[in-house]
């Protein structure tokens, strides 16, 4: 194996996106010299007595566009890869990464999801008072990670991967400065996630200890061989561990719902869909890929593992989300049930095989898409006079009314999230417990499953109830945030999801065709 | 064979029409209205003519234009794979003619009917929505497809019957025809699912060739093709309004006068004609029980709803009466294997039928909205237009020569007089005449049907149009003729009702007239058959046709003399001193037998009692009381309980990530030394076999410790696993077996007897 120039080409997308950040940042650089001269201060509320340079809003408002063709230009890439694939898989950069059509979906699906996420932030950041103009080059960067993470095929490309992705996430969450709830999102995600990190690195050392190898063919090879060793398993469970804490999973979940409602909006929509379907994609490859010995072996037990952390984490995610009265929080409680749904998914990997693989890419496309649009209607509906976001349920009470069209596009998200057709999230889970109904041990899982997704049916439609059946307040001091591309941003994810429930066929092929 | 059209056009114009006026409709006044929701619809029937000239010129008899709709497959489900795709073939050709050209005419029409409606873009897009989903139904290329039509239609009816939702009767008028429709869709949709769990197929292509697999017995010794046929009748009687399931028609005349010329007179209504024409093979299943039951349905409905037809006095229900009659004639048609004569009656019935509802419209526009026959009389003089043209539609539905309703209704009694039902061939002598006998009892109750159209078709039209008026001054004074948006479709359609009929005239009539003559005159009776469906029945003999034809005339001019003799010039008093001698009669017939009453008391009402009982039981103690008050208890502590530990404490998150990898570990071994005491005890004289664990554990992945006779000594201990352990007996008797499993690598001990996850199935011997 030598360095080979078509390596290149073949990880173009993720060059291209590297290339793009870097331009990023230089742009965001380079407005500010320009601007410096013009820079004024901006007076801030009472509360807050320091005054923070801002420079005047609008400046950066050509880095949403750029990044946006950058993102369509990154898709368009990853089109073109998938038709020029060769059927087998083709490892590159000395077995660094792997380019396959399974790992090429999962991030055309990231892409898309950050694409239709960043249009709301220029108005987002605006209606809030922070200028931040990183925020692009950063989430690029993140997806960068998710790239690495997603074609990983050595174990310190998975950390890597997974490093890079969370550098990102973490500045992101922090980048509302003047929030303290944002600092505060940023300073527990970073200090659990840095704390996780060090299980995840001993993980790898443990293993690399047991086989001498971080390459995870040379590892599947040698454990098949050699039989777990004690260690060796050791190394895996706290992999597995720092798999579970990215995703999100009960109980390594504790950070999500202070960081996804700390987090500015879409950056919380960001993480919420891109994240979870990198991390997913990255599991499902360490678990399927290259360790299916261990998969198909009950007494490693990992499938009796992942299916408790899936009754947990749907359970008590969905518990937690019906105490919610901030819409925001709600989300967050209920992106961690929907890492339990997925967790399903990955059992039903273990157990029944490759044919679950398609129907759980199919559930992380559409939950992708549909917290997208959930996310912009909760950027839409701004925030009070002060800045602050409006995600109370009283806040939103008589939204219909108000924002007619952000009130519909939010059901439809819901419904979707609740799993009723015709949207994705119907599909997403119909073809879900299909595949899992396929081995009817995991029967006991399904019903667990179908009982959650009636219970979080509650926390849902009461949204839905406040925005159509309840009077607004008397004194609706929320300012919604007036913008078009915004709009079309929500408008598109929606009607994708809308799509994807109406007619599934197509995902649904496009899904069993991404082989690794 | 089939060619590739851009059929999808004709279903999207309507539907973009629908949405353009339904979004932005109101925003940009009348005129814009009109014209989206006219050219919406004109621009379906010039892609649909263009497409069925397409049929006619190019393809072959059996050939069909193709579209499909979704690339891929539409739904999947396991086995089930479904394609949505569009079909025009000869068939499907009729029902698009006939639907994009009325419902051209009719939303000209309706542009001056509906001048004064505050609500005018909600109509038209409602209108332009049912026109596309119309076109759906009879373009669908397979049953489901064909459902999604169904119940687009459905949804339009009801939204056009309650248009004038503001007062609660067409509110409520609405309801009835969306419920009652509901129960037909539920027999049509278990038909599909019947067809496909059994045939395998719902793709309208694929039924040539399922006869056989029809015939596969499935419940009460019938073949599955009959119970099919039955549920998918039993959708048809609801949308085509036929007995027990028509009464829903009637009070659909809330609606505005255009909707029930358009949708409760010549399209919608006929889906269910369509439908059986469309499915033939299914219902032509040996023996043909299930045609019977059509037909025979067919006639009663026919008969029924002529009579009650009779003495109604409200314009609109007359009307609808004589719908459901005739379309119990259809389905006579199509029950006894006349299908082309079926279809040809639905296709000239759409003429006429929409003539006369818009000529009851344009006499209702004139009278200020009045309904009430009795209150009208001698309009002839002051709309001349209407009442010349409703004079054609009068003689085309009582079926005078050479009118349309004519060749169409003697197509049909020709039909039934010749039809013979292929029953099983054991019948004994009396069941086998009984089944001869059958078809001509359906024409003498078809031929009583058509003296009674006759009848009260003329007493409408003289009771309207001749003698003197009889509602008040004021009326009088605003009696005008209708604006030419109205009157052209009427005369248009009467055009039609006069034309339309001379396509499918009958082969005995055409003899010895020059032959390209004879190839119009007969055009219709080559069009379907052989090709879709199979041939009508006819009388073998020319002088039993000849005959049919006589006496079928002669019936009408009975009908129509004596509504002469008792309304020429207004309601005569013979008439009324015959309504009061035959008061019994009379009463009978105005309430209309008492259906409704008796719907009320055998359905409505139980039902009503059983939803008070849920209600009060179910609904106010059970949920109100014991799920939302109890269970929300049970969810909120739980869910307090959760929060608990999200106290927004960093140091907690950490420590619950270490727990959970110390349980996952803990999880892990645990599972395997339980897998480890799973196992089964196979006893051979006195030799015990254990079998523990799964096939796939490696040797020495556990150390087992054995407790062979119960007696809680282990008799071996660091047994390394093996995937058979033998223990031999020194004596009889029944021994409890303890296995003590131990995993060396993180020392996780587990025995078979623990109260908690022990041995799925006890451990135990029994030696001899």
């Given at each position: 194996m030598t360095f080979d120039t078509s390596d290149l080409v073949a990880s173009l997308p993720l060059l291209f996106l590297t290339v793009a950040g870097i331009v990023l940042l230089l742009l965001d650089a380079f407005s500010r010299v320009v601007l410096v001269g013009r820079e004024h201060h901006l007076k801030l509320p009472a509360e807050t007595s320091e005054a923070v340079a801002v420079p005047p809003p609008g400046s950066r408002n050509y880095l949403m566009p750029v990044t946006l063709l950058f993102l369509l230009g990154a898709l368009a890439i990853i089109v073109w890869q998938v038709g020029t694939l060769p059927e087998t898989s083709v490892t590159i950069y000395r077995g660094m990464l792997v380019v396959d059509r399974f790992g090429l979906f999962v991030i055309g699906v990231c892409v898309a999801a950050a694409a239709l996420g960043i249009v709301s932030a220029p108005a987002y950041m605006r209606a809030h008072k922070m200028e931040f103009g990183e925020f692009y080059a950063l989430v690029v960067f993140a997806l960068c990670g998710m790239i690495i993470l997603v074609q990983a095929a050595d174990l310190v490309s998975v950390f890597l991967g997974i490093e890079t992705m969370s550098l990102g996430a973490y500045v992101l969450t922090g980048s509302w400065r003047r929030s303290a709830r944002s600092s505060e999102a940023a300073m527990k995600y970073f200090l659990v996630g840095a704390f996780v990190s060090g299980l995840l690195v001993y993980g790898i050392a443990l293993i690399y200890g047991v086989t001498e190898t971080t390459s995870l063919i040379d590892i599947k090879r040698i454990a098949m061989s050699r039989g777990a060793a004690p260690l060796f398993y050791i190394g895996w469970m706290l992999l597995l561990v720092g798999f579970a804490f990215k995703l999100g999973v009960v109980p390594f979940h504790m950070w999500a719902p202070d960081t996804y409602d700390g987090a500015p909006t879409p950056v919380s929509g960001f993480m919420m869909s891109c994240i979870k379907a990198a991390g997913f994609a990255g599991l499902i490859r360490l678990l399927q890929g290259t360790l299916p010995m261990l998969a198909r072996d009950p007494f490693t037990g990992w499938t009796f593992v992942l299916s408790w952390l899936a009754v947990l984490s749907m359970s008590l995610g969905n518990l937690a989300a019906i105490k919610q009265d901030n819409i925001k929080r709600m989300l967050a409680y209920s992106s961690i049930s929907h890492a339990g749904y997925l967790m399903v998914g990955v059992v039903a990997l273990g157990t029944v095989g490759d044919a679950a693989r398609g129907p759980l890419l199919f559930y992380l496309a559409s939950y992708a898409l549909t917290v997208v649009a959930s996310m912009g209607v909760v950027s839409w509906v701004g925030c009070d006079e002060r800045g602050e976001e409006r995600v109370r349920l009283s806040d939103w009470a008589g939204l219909g009314k108000r924002e007619p069209m952000a009130a519909l596009l939010m059901t439809i998200a819901l419904l979707s999230l609740g799993g009723f057709p015709p949207t994705a999230g119907f599909f997403g889970k119909f073809y879900l417990f299909q595949a899992a109904l396929g081995e009817s041990k995991l029967l006991w899982l399904i019903l667990v499953a179908i009982a959650n997704s009636l219970v979080s049916v509650y926390y849902y439609l009461r949204v839905i109830t406040a925005m159509y059946f309840r009077e607004p307040a008397p004194n609706p001091a929320t300012l919604p945030i007036q913008s078009t591309a915004m709009k079309v941003g929500v408008l598109v994810s929606t009607l994708l999801v809308l799509a994807m429930g109406m007619f599934p066929g197509w995902l649904s092929a496009l899904c069993a065709a991404a082989k690794f | 064979m089939t060619e590739n059209f851009p059929l999808y056009l004709i279903i999207l114009l309507p539907l973009l029409g629908a949405a353009l006026n339904l979004l932005f409709g109101r925003r940009f006044g009348n005129t814009f209205v009109s014209v989206v929701a006219c050219s919406a619809v004109a621009g379906a029937a010039l892609v649909a003519t263009k497409a069925v000239l397409l049929v006619a010129s190019e393809l072959p008899a059996r050939g069909a234009l193709v579209d499909q709709l979704v690339s891929g497959d539409w739904i999947v489900a396991g086995d089930f794979k479904l394609q949505a795709g569009l079909m025009l073939d000869r068939l499907s050709s009729v029902m698009v003619m006939v639907v994009t050209w009325i419902a051209l005419l009719i939303h000209i029409y309706a542009t001056g009917y509906m001048e004064h409606e505050p609500d005018f873009a909600r109509f038209f897009g409602y209108l332009n929505l049912f026109t596309g989903a119309m076109l759906i139904l009879v373009l669908g290329d397979s049953l489901p497809v064909t459902f999604v039509g169904w119940e687009g239609v459905g949804l339009a009816s009801y939204l056009l019957i309650g248009f004038w939702y503001h007062e609660d009767k067409n509110a409520t008028a609405g309801r009835k025809a969306f419920i009652v429709n509901r129960i037909g869709d539920f027999g049509f949709l278990l038909g599909i699912c019947l067809l496909f769990t059994v045939v395998g197929t719902v793709k309208y292509a694929d039924f040539g060739s399922i006869a056989g697999r029809l015939m596969t017995p499935w419940w009460m010794?019938?073949?599955?093709?009959?119970?099919?046929?039955?549920?998918?009748?039993?959708?048809?009687?609801?949308?085509?309004?036929?007995?027990?399931?028509?009464?829903?028609?009637?009070?659909?005349?809330?609606?505005?006068?255009?909707?029930?010329?358009?949708?409760?007179?010549?399209?919608?209504?006929?889906?269910?004609?369509?439908?059986?024409?469309?499915?033939?093979?299914?219902?032509?299943?040996?023996?043909?029980?299930?045609?019977?039951?059509?037909?025979?349905?067919?006639?009663?409905?026919?008969?029924?709803?002529?009579?009650?037809?009779?003495?109604?006095?409200?314009?609109?229900?007359?009307?609808?009466?004589?719908?459901?009659?005739?379309?119990?004639?259809?389905?006579?048609g199509v029950g006894t294997g006349a299908y082309t004569a079926g279809v040809f009656h639905l296709m000239t019935h759409a003429f006429f039928k929409a003539g006369l509802f818009l000529g009851a419209g344009s006499v209702m526009h004139a009278m200020g909205g009045e309904g009430d026959i009795v209150k009208m009389g001698g309009l002839g003089k002051h709309m001349p237009i209407t009442r010349w043209t409703f004079f054609v539609y009068c003689l085309a539905i009582a079926g005078i020569v050479p009118f349309a309703g004519f060749f169409s209704k003697d197509a049909i009694l020709a039909g039934t007089f010749a039809a013979e039902f292929r029953m099983s061939t054991q019948m004994t002598g009396a069941q086998a005449h009984l089944v001869a006998l059958y078809p001509k009892l359906l024409w003498g109750m078809l031929a009583t049907a058509a003296l009674c159209t006759a009848f009260y078709m003329w007493r409408l039209y003289f009771v309207v149009f001749t003698g003197k008026f009889r509602g008040t001054e004021e009326q009088e004074h605003h009696l005008h003729e209708s604006p030419m948006s109205m009157t052209l479709p009427l005369v248009m359609l009467a055009v039609g009702s006069v034309l339309a009929g001379l396509i499918g005239v009958p082969a005995v009539m055409t003899h010895g007239l020059p032959e390209s003559l004879e190839h119009v005159l007969t055009f219709f009776n080559h069009w379907l058959s052989p090709a879709m469906v199979p041939a009508s029945p006819e009388p073998h003999e020319h002088w039993l046709e000849w005959a049919l034809m006589g006496g079928a005339l002669t019936i009408s001019l009975c009908g129509i003399g004596l509504a002469a003799a008792l309304y020429r010039g207004g309601i005569s008093e013979t008439a009324e001193n015959l309504k009061d001698k035959l008061g019994f009669a009379h009463k009978l017939l105005w309430n209309k037998y008492y259906v409704d009453e008796l719907y009320d008391f055998?359905?409505?009402?139980?039902?009503?009692?059983?939803?008070?009982?849920?209600?009060?039981?179910?609904?106010?103690?059970?949920?109100?009381?014991?799920?939302?008050?109890?269970?929300?208890?049970?969810?909120?502590?739980?869910?307090?309980?959760?929060?608990?530990?999200?106290?927004?404490?960093?140091?907690?998150?950490?420590?619950?990530?270490?727990?959970?990898?110390?349980?996952?570990?803990?999880?892990?071994?645990?599972?395997?030394?339980?897998?480890?005491?799973?196992?089964?005890?196979?006893?051979?004289?006195?030799?015990?076999?254990?079998?523990?664990?799964?096939?796939?554990?490696?040797?020495?992945?556990?150390?087992?410790?054995?407790?062979?006779?119960?007696?809680?000594?282990?008799?071996?201990?660091?047994?390394?696993?093996?995937?058979?352990?033998?223990?031999?007996?020194?004596?009889?008797?029944?021994?409890?077996?303890?296995?003590?499993?131990?995993?060396?690598?993180?020392?996780?001990?587990?025995?078979?007897?623990?109260?908690?996850?022990?041995?799925?199935t006890p451990l135990s011997a029994k030696v001899e």
């Open positions: - | 010794g019938w073949p599955v093709g009959y119970w099919i046929a039955i549920l998918l009748f039993v959708g048809c009687c609801g949308k085509s309004a036929q007995i027990p399931l028509y009464v829903w028609l009637p009070d659909a005349m809330a609606g505005p006068t255009p909707v029930s010329a358009l949708i409760h007179a010549a399209t919608m209504v006929t889906a269910g004609v369509y439908v059986v024409a469309r499915c033939h093979t299914i219902f032509d299943t040996f023996p043909e029980a299930a045609k019977m039951t059509v037909a025979g349905v067919g006639a009663l409905t026919a008969l029924f709803a002529a009579t009650i037809g009779i003495v109604q006095r409200d314009f609109k229900k007359v009307l609808a009466y004589s719908t459901v009659s005739q379309l119990g004639f259809m389905f006579v055998l359905l409505v009402r139980p039902l009503r009692r059983v939803a008070v009982i849920l209600w009060k039981v179910v609904d106010n103690l059970v949920i109100d009381l014991g799920l939302t008050k109890i269970g929300p208890y049970i969810v909120d502590s739980l869910g307090a309980l959760v929060q608990r530990f999200q106290n927004g404490d960093v140091q907690r998150y950490i420590i619950a990530v270490m727990v959970g990898a110390a349980g996952i570990l803990f999880g892990s071994t645990y599972w395997l030394a339980y897998q480890g005491i799973q196992g089964e005890v196979k006893v051979e004289r006195r030799t015990v076999t254990l079998k523990l664990g799964d096939a796939r554990m490696r040797p020495g992945q556990l150390i087992y410790a054995i407790d062979w006779d119960g007696d809680g000594k282990f008799d071996d201990t660091n047994v390394r696993f093996n995937s058979e352990l033998k223990h031999e007996y020194g004596n009889a008797g029944q021994f409890k077996i303890v296995v003590e499993a131990r995993d060396p690598v993180w020392n996780m001990v587990k025995r078979s007897d623990d109260w908690f996850f022990g041995a799925s």
